[in-house]
């Protein structure tokens, strides 16, 4: 875990948040993989936990019943908002909710997912019980994020609180949480360009398992 950090404000990089063709193409792997991992259906109730600008939420939407997208940047929301208005989607919400200042999470939901937001949060076994508080029992959570990777990925680590993951150790604060049928797999890679134009790869993981209400 990084230490020395503070959280990071999205609030200026919302409106261009979509310009990076990797972001985009990310959360399309993201989406493929998710649908693989997990028996999506139109009975589903799902939450986006950091869902941004609704890269994933939208991939998705058309495959699950409902979405609510949970973000803390009242930017990132507003430009979901714009997305969903043009496209007259009617089966999206979305919610502000920052945890980090005591917010918490709401509703019943069938499917929890998340991608690039956990090296966000500082106490990730205190978020996974937020996921278990909304989820119903056998409901699914699906988890991307970042390997290990020693702090290279960020430009500026601000904001970082954990430089990518180790998926053996995530798997098993679900498992303690009470997720059963744990499964991680590579969702994609990341690649970046570097100012040597050396590229960088950075895979990205998908972890998912079904939560059975008890521990």
């Known amino acids: 875990m990084n230490q020395k950090t503070e959280k990071r404000s999205f609030e200026q990089a919302a409106a261009r948040w979509d310009e990076k063709p990797r972001r985009v193409k990310l959360a399309g792997d993201v989406a493929e993989a998710m649908k693989k991992q997990v028996p999506l259906n139109r009975d589903m109730d799902m939450l986006d936990f950091g869902c941004g600008t609704g890269l994933l939420t939208l991939a998705l939407q058309p495959f699950v019943g409902s979405v609510t997208g949970v973000d803390s940047s009242p930017a ?3 430009v979901l908002e714009k997305k969903i208005r043009e496209a007259g989607i009617k ?3 979305t919610r502000k909710a920052d945890i980090d200042e005591g917010d918490r999470l709401s509703g019943r939901f069938d499917l929890v997912i998340s991608s690039m937001t956990l090296h966000h949060i500082p106490d990730i076994d205190a978020l996974i019980q937020q996921f278990c508080g909304v989820l119903k029992p056998g409901g699914y959570v699906a988890l991307a994020d970042l390997d290990e990777e020693g702090g290279r990925f960020h430009d500026d680590n601000h ?3 954990h430089f990518g993951f180790n998926r053996q150790d995530l ?4 498992a ?3 997720f059963t049928g744990i499964h991680a797999q590579t969702a994609a890679h990341l690649v970046k360009t570097e100012s040597d ?3 960088q790869t950075f895979p990205v993981f998908l972890i998912s398992g079904v939560y059975l209400n008890a521990r």
């Open 76 to 78: 990132m929301l507003d």
């Open 91 to 93: 089966n999206i919400e």
């Open 159 to 161: 904001g970082v609180f």
């Open 171 to 174: 798997c098993s604060r679900l």
């Open 176 to 178: 303690d949480a009470g």
């Open 197 to 199: 134009s050396e590229n």
